[in-house]
């Protein structure tokens, strides 16, 4: 089995070679970063989620599980990724406000010339799994505040147990 953080950094490598990805971020790659419990003091999720500057990215590896490879057992690694997108300036066409989304899945690192959906991302890993994506909301006081971000859920299958 892989090292997760390897997988995790290879993630954020290849996101932040995706130019126009980097531009929804205010052309700031080091907004494209991966989660790591810290602690004691920083092991939240939903606080690291609340803390997500805006724009930004956040990927956090989720966990792993039994999967299949070309007829060979193999760990299936389950990432997550987190979005805030910047809002709409004045004038501007609703469907810019989704590119960042649409990037996740469509943007082409600037090495490949594949997208990044299909894009091996880690040398022992297929390219992703279709990847889902879901809007979510975080509570974040007892008044009912709440944050809305996005987050994708995506998988990648090692080619085969090292």
């Known amino acids: 089995m892989i090292n997760p953080g390897v997988l995790t950094r290879d993630l954020v490598t290849a996101l932040r070679s995706i130019p126009e990805l980097v531009a929804e971020v205010d052309g700031d790659a080091t907004k494209i970063r991966a989660y790591i419990d810290r602690y004691p003091g920083e ?18 590896y989720q966990g792993y599980g039994p999967g299949r490879a070309k007829q060979n057992e193999t760990w299936r690694h389950q990432v997550a990724i987190y979005l805030k997108l910047r809002g709409l300036e004045t004038g501007q066409d609703e469907s810019t406000y989704y590119k960042g989304i649409w990037l996740l899945v469509n943007g082409v690192p600037s090495a490949g010339a594949l997208r990044i959906a299909d894009t091996e991302v880690n040398a022992d890993c297929f390219q992703m799994d279709v990847p889902s994506c879901n809007r979510r909301s975080l509570l974040i006081d007892d008044r009912g505040t709440t944050i809305d971000y996005w987050e994708f859920q995506a998988t990648f299958t090692e080619k085969g147990d090292a």
């Open 43 to 60: 092991a939240s999720i939903a606080r690291a989620i609340w803390k997500l500057e805006n724009p930004g990215i956040l990927v956090m």
